[in-house]
């Protein structure tokens, strides 16, 4: 590979593969079955410093940088693809908001715990007529007195059911159109607050996807993000993070799906000999081998724009398309080297 990982980056590596393999993986087909919630392997993620990497140490972040991140991240993806959204929707659009735009008792309350991995976050920004246009929203907050009262449904909100902090969008001036969106941070419990409709998906089912539901749920001001209007900047500032997240996600998982193929196709023997010695099957290797390759440098090099801080929005959505197509290219061409013991 011509990106060269600093030493550090090498160690975080080796440490993160070691755990997912020997922890994440061995369990990871079974909780897909059952669609059973890894927390315990969460709470093991907290205590490496997987739940909080871009954090400073400070607020109980590892305060490592974005290429690190994008490494564990794409071993975790390797050992199971469901374990690896949750750490990244917890990481990217959880703590990164409240680290980024959060008032001190905000990192105080919320981002401490979080980032230690002894909370567990998520981020409520789609609603049934809005996704990739968040102007189009329908959830409103209304001041009160020293609280917000917030109205409105969040669908497809991965660890809705699971997080013990929100971090979600509503309206606090509709006339402003974006610019009257505002972001807060909500507490599972909170009166008014709750799930509604789990997902049923064709995977990642360890990892819930649910509706979440206010009614009327009141939320101390003091737990606004940022000031009122801030919300779509938060939102666009923290899905840019989150891309790199995706595209991580899809190189690891992409990366796993090649190693599978690659080992069954030596071990595959027909025609008296293995299958991965008739070029077709090496053809198909090979062009999966290159397009994983061609993500992981796109990634990496939108992960070293953040952490060099340059503008990283365009090679995060570019790193982000191209990995996550790639990954469904990838996975079909796997699924085709196994033959019918793919299915």
């Not at 490592?64 to 959204?85: G, K, L, N, R, W």
């Not at 049934?128 to 929203?137: M, T």
């Not at 796109?298 to 929005?313: K, P």
């Amino acid at each position: 590979m011509a990106w060269h990982l600093t030493e550090e980056q090498k160690m975080i590596q080796a440490m993160v593969r070691d755990f997912a393999r020997e922890e994440v993986m061995p369990t990871a087909a079974e909780r897909d079955r059952t669609g059973e919630f890894p927390r315990e392997i969460i709470k093991k993620m907290g205590e490496l410093g997987l739940m909080g990497m871009n954090v400073p140490p400070e607020y109980n972040g590892a305060g490592v940088d974005t290429v690190s991140y994008s490494v564990a991240m794409q071993e975790i993806a390797y050992a199971d693809a469901a374990t690896a959204v949750i750490m990244s929707v917890h990481n990217s659009v959880a703590c990164g908001p409240i680290y980024l735009f959060g008032s001190d008792y905000l990192k105080e309350t919320y981002l401490k715990p979080l980032a230690a991995g002894d909370k567990l976050g998520c981020f409520a920004l789609t609603e049934p007529g809005a996704g990739s246009d968040p102007a189009s929203q329908k959830s409103g907050a209304v001041r009160d007195g020293d609280s917000y009262i917030i109205n409105g449904t969040k669908m497809f909100i991965t660890s809705g059911k699971n997080s013990d902090v929100t971090v979600v969008t509503a309206y606090t001036d509709r006339e402003k159109r974006h610019r009257g969106i505002s972001a807060f941070v909500v507490e599972k419990g909170t009166p008014g607050f709750h799930v509604g409709k789990e997902e049923e998906k064709m995977g990642l089912r360890s990892s819930d996807t649910t509706e979440l539901i206010f009614e009327d749920c009141r939320v101390p001001a003091k737990n606004l993000l940022g000031e009122e209007g801030d919300g779509f900047k938060i939102a666009m500032a923290s899905l840019d993070g989150g891309r790199i997240g995706i595209a991580s996600q899809s190189v690891g998982l992409a990366q796993a799906c090649l190693d599978a193929a690659i080992s069954y196709a030596r071990e595959r023997v027909q025609f008296n000999k293995p299958i991965s010695q008739f070029q077709g099957i090496r053809w198909m290797i090979a062009d999966m081998a290159t397009q994983i390759e061609a993500a992981r440098l796109l990634t990496f090099n939108a992960a070293a724009m953040r952490d060099r801080g340059e503008n990283f929005t365009a090679a995060a959505s570019m790193a982000k398309v191209y990995a996550s197509e790639m990954a469904n290219r990838v996975a079909y061409q796997a699924l085709q080297i196994h033959g019918g013991y793919g299915y």
